[in-house]
């Protein structure tokens, strides 16, 4: 049984809640953080991401090397919430990594999580559905950051489209 989970949706459409609550009941987690508090404001998101967890999971904050922390922890979780994939492809984006990069990450952190006994939730942002971006920098991110997509929500057994708090299946068993 696949138990890699994708969770996508906007800004503000629940996605994060909705891991939290595919989370629920399970004793052991590890909530994987790609987020930096660079500005205050960020850092305000953050400790409100913080607080809403339960005090008894692990945090780490990984902002780049996804793959790395997920063979550093081992089998000692039994689910594992990385939020989020667009965050860890802007870290990546404005450290200077390329497409190329930056998807050869991906599909190793993939490697990795498919030999995960825990349950795996990745949230992401589903960037393609605005405008199109009127820089080569943003357009870069949205079109690495679909990608990233794509290539998760293949290998997942889940996929949420989460849109005002709702959650829609879109992969997996009804």
Same mark, same amino acid.
């Given at each position: 049984m696949n138990k890699i989970i994708l969770i996508l949706g906007g800004?503000?459409?629940?996605?994060?809640?909705?891991?939290?609550? !595919?989370?629920?009941?399970?004793?052991?987690?590890?909530?994987?953080?790609?987020g930096q508090g660079l500005d205050k404001e960020m850092r305000e998101r953050?400790?409100?991401?913080?607080?809403?967890?339960?005090?008894?999971?692990?945090?780490?904050?990984?902002?780049k090397e996804?793959?790395?922390?997920?063979?550093?922890?081992?089998d000692s979780f039994?689910?594992?919430?990385?939020?989020?994939?667009t965050l860890l492809v802007s870290n990546l984006i404005l450290s200077g990594k390329s497409q190329e990069q930056i !998807?050869? &990450?991906?599909?190793? !952190?993939?490697?990795?999580?498919? &030999? &995960?006994?825990?349950?795996?939730? !990745?949230?992401?942002?589903?960037?393609?559905?605005?405008?199109?971006?009127d820089n080569k920098l943003g357009r870069a991110f949205r079109d690495i950051a679909g990608r990233v997509n794509q290539t998760i929500a293949k290998e997942a057994g889940e996929v949420y489209f989460t849109i005002s708090g709702l959650p829609l299946k879109i992969k997996g068993e009804k």
């Open positions: 800004a503000r459409s629940g996605k994060s809640a909705q891991a939290l609550s !595919l989370a629920k009941g399970k004793k052991k987690v590890a909530f994987i953080a790609t953050i400790l409100k991401h913080q607080a809403s967890r339960p005090k008894n999971w692990k945090t780490f904050e990984e902002p996804l793959a790395d922390l997920m063979t550093k922890i081992g039994d689910c594992i919430i990385i939020d989020c994939l !998807l050869k &990450k991906i599909e190793d !952190l993939v490697v990795v999580l498919k &030999k &995960k006994k825990a349950k795996v939730i !990745l949230v992401s942002n589903e960037v393609g559905l605005g405008i199109v971006p």
